[in-house]
């Protein structure tokens, strides 16, 4: 089947032809094994096959973080948004952000000295 390098750290290396030949089976094992597979293409390592579950786990902010962001949501008293509102606000920064702005600086006019008594 397939002739995986096993590294040091217990990791599965496999050439890119191996992994297009037998991608199937890759899958099944990645889900399967819990464990990411490192494919590489002329000895150089390229991608990481990973399981939905394990790059969810990598992904996912974590719980403190997400507690974090909802205390301060509902400090701002944010946390009663809809999406609606969200898209609006959203637009309405983007669409300061884009207006031109006038570049040119007036030039002043020289101010005219009185005459001292």
């Given at each position: 089947m397939l002739e995986p390098k096993i590294t040091k750290?217990?990791?599965?290396?496999?050439?890119?032809?191996?992994a297009r030949a037998n991608f199937?089976?890759?899958?099944?094992?990645?889900?399967?094994?819990?464990?990411?597979?490192?494919?590489e293409k002329r000895g150089?390592?390229?991608?990481?096959?990973?399981?939905i579950r394990d790059y969810v786990r990598l992904a996912a902010p974590e719980p403190e973080i997400l507690r974090a962001?909802?205390?301060?949501?509902?400090?701002k008293r944010t946390n009663t948004l809809t999406s609606r509102q969200i898209d609006r606000i959203i637009k309405k920064v983007r669409?300061?952000?884009?207006?031109?702005?006038n570049t040119k600086r007036r030039k002043r006019k020289?101010?005219?000295?009185s005459p001292k008594n």
């Amino acid at each position: 089947m397939l002739e995986p390098k096993i590294t040091k750290n217990n990791g599965i290396v496999i050439s890119a032809l191996r992994a297009r030949a037998n991608f199937g089976r890759l899958l099944q094992r990645v889900e399967k094994d819990t464990r990411g597979l490192v494919i590489e293409k002329r000895g150089t390592p390229r991608a990481i096959l990973l399981s939905i579950r394990d790059y969810v786990r990598l992904a996912a902010p974590e719980p403190e973080i997400l507690r974090a962001i909802g205390e301060e949501s509902r400090r701002k008293r944010t946390n009663t948004l809809t999406s609606r509102q969200i898209d609006r606000i959203i637009k309405k920064v983007r669409a300061q952000k884009t207006k031109p702005r006038n570049t040119k600086r007036r030039k002043r006019k020289p101010r005219e000295s009185s005459p001292k008594n």
